[in-house]
């Protein structure tokens, strides 16, 4: 299904799962090169700007939380660029399709901002990396409040819950990172210039556009790179945490084993069925509890003296 927003001479169209008719109305419309459109069909590209004399072709990746809200999957982003053009194509993002329908709306109501927006292709594609860039940093921000919830909990919670809550994060920083990083070569592009654009600098200046983008981008980088160290230094933590209270729970079972030697010792020896001296005075048992008593009380007495010495 092909979706379009046209203002003045600005067209966006937006394919979302596009047929093989779709594909051929690309390639009679636009003549765009014929891998690009492969790559459209394609998933699990790597994160590219193709340059070509009429028009560019991006793949981007950004991420976003499942359905469950726990796990962060990542969706490609595939644009292609003209002059008087914008076409978004493919399941993308779903921050895409929402600014999309805002967009078509706030022109039908001759919203000003809106129409700003479509006044070129140039401010078009930074208005949609800019409304994916704002939807990712809520995102990272949502991770950073789980690392420092974990940091709050660690003491707290029990085990369980926690070695869930860390493995999830860490999964989640893992992937933010292997997705960021391969993306940043991308998005330097725009701001070194690499990336010339449509708009003439004398009109419009989209350096400062594409600078802003890019110390977005730099920014979360650096803040996924943080949560990453921490959720490490978290676990590490944890599991000292834990060897701790498995060495105390050790601790005390060898007390009480040691404790118990002796006297198991004592009541193994008179169970045996052999005569034993006062067999048949009944004050021996009582002192044979009383020296069981007199050993367990030394013995507390010493393992605390030991403990606190």
């Known amino acids: 299904m092909i979706e379009a927003i046209e203002y003045k001479t600005l067209k966006w169209q937006h394919i979302t799962n596009p047929t093989e008719d779709d594909y051929d109305y690309l390639l009679e419309t636009y003549d765009f090169h014929p891998l690009d459109i492969e790559d459209c069909k394609s998933n699990n590209q790597r994160p590219k700007i193709d ?14 939380f499942e359905k469950g809200g726990k796990f962060i999957r990542v969706r490609e982003v595939k644009i292609f660029w003209g002059r008087d053009y914008i076409i978004t194509i493919g399941k993308p993002h779903w921050a895409v399709k929402q600014y999309f329908d805002d967009l078509k709306q706030d022109i039908e109501e001759q919203d000003e ?32 409040s789980e690392v420092d919830l974990i940091n709050y909990d660690i003491f707290n919670k029990k085990a369980r819950s926690i070695i869930e809550s860390i493995s999830m994060t860490r999964r989640n920083t893992i992937l933010l990172n292997t997705t960021f990083k391969p993306q940043l070569r991308v998005l330097h592009m725009f701001e070194s210039g690499g990336i010339k654009g449509f ?6 200046d989209m350096e400062d556009y594409w600078g802003n983008i890019l110390d977005q981008y730099q920014k979360m980088f650096d803040s996924i790179e943080d949560y990453g160290e921490l959720i490490e230094g978290l676990s590490k933590t944890f599991d000292s945490l834990q060897a701790n209270k498995t ?10 084993n040691t404790i118990l030697l002796p006297l198991t010792v004592i009541t ?9 001296p006062f067999t048949t005075d009944t004050t021996a048992f009582w002192c044979i509890v009383g020296a069981m008593v007199l050993i367990s009380g030394l013995l507390i007495f010493y393992f605390n003296w030991r403990t606190n010495k």
């Open 51 to 64: 340059e070509y004399d009429d028009y560019y072709f991006l793949i981007l990746h950004f991420p976003y």
């Open 113 to 144: 901002d809106a129409q700003e927006a479509m006044s070129c292709s140039d401010l078009l594609l930074y208005n949609i990396l800019n409304r994916l860039m704002t939807e990712t940093y809520t995102l990272v921000m949502r991770v950073g």
């Open 199 to 204: 708009v003439n600098p004398d009109v419009l």
């Open 247 to 256: 060495n105390e729970i050790m601790k005390v079972l060898t007390y009480i």
């Open 268 to 276: 193994g020896m008179f169970g045996m069925n052999v005569n034993f």
